[in-house]
């Protein structure tokens, strides 16, 4: 069972407890809109262990021919309002009081694929019930209950296998994973979620950040 954090007990930037199956509240994470406001303004006898890296924006670039932490620019116009509503957390994100979680997982909607300790933590009802569901599609995504987790629903979405050959079919894919995702979010009166990363390159967090911030963005947008 889950039981409740109190604000004192967690660890500063979000870091996940020692008691991994304590339940964090999102007014115990860092915000988005923290980091900004970090990377501009410099604090004196800061802790080591929250660093501005701590929260790299995959959407920031130098301009050409500049390296200096100035100058910073955006593909996309920044929107404070929605960066006060993005929370950063490092540990399990169905730790999080939210009302789903998100889970990478394959076809077969199986335990050996999912996100690493979902299944245990939420029980066997999950996998009994994932497998009534049918298999689910690359690019697509189904919802279950969340059992023993915190979280109302769990969203299981497959993403594609990545090769050079077929990138673009990859990257829509991958895109039209997001956009299931927030889909089935709206359908199922949820607000809050949240989803997991697993380790990956530079180059592909900026890739997939670009898809998220495609996804979630007007379509008349997109391509400004």
């Known amino acids: 069972m889950y039981q409740r954090v109190p ?3 967690t660890t500063r930037g979000g870091l996940p407890t020692d008691n991994g199956y304590s339940v964090v509240t999102l007014d115990q994470v860092p915000r988005w809109s923290d980091a900004e406001s970090r990377s501009s303004f410099s604090y004196d006898n800061e802790d080591p262990s929250f ?4 929260f790299p924006d995959p959407l920031t670039a130098h301009p050409e021919g500049e390296s200096s932490s100035y100058g910073m620019v955006s593909r996309f116009p920044v929107d404070h309002e ?13 730790n999080l009081e939210v009302d789903a979680v998100v889970n990478s997982t394959n076809e077969n909607l199986d335990d050996a694929h999912s996100s690493p300790g979902l299944h245990a933590a939420a029980g066997p009802g999950l996998a009994e019930e994932c497998m009534t569901l049918g298999g689910c599609r690359t690019g697509m995504a189904k919802v279950t209950n969340g059992y023993d987790l915190p979280v109302r629903r769990i969203i299981h979405t497959v993403g594609p296998k990545y090769a050079v050959k077929y990138h673009t079919a990859a990257e829509n894919a991958l895109s039209h994973c997001y956009r299931s995702c927030l889909e089935l979010l709206i359908e ?5 979620r949240a989803n997991s990363t697993k380790k990956k390159s530079k180059t592909s967090l900026k890739r997939d950040a670009k898809l998220l911030t495609k996804a979630t963005t007007p379509e008349d947008e997109r391509d400004k």
């Open 7 to 9: 604000t004192a007990v």
């Open 51 to 54: 660093t501005n890296s701590y």
């Open 82 to 94: 929605i960066n006060s509503k993005i929370y950063l957390w490092r540990g399990h994100p169905w």
């Open 188 to 192: 199922n009166g949820l607000q809050r």
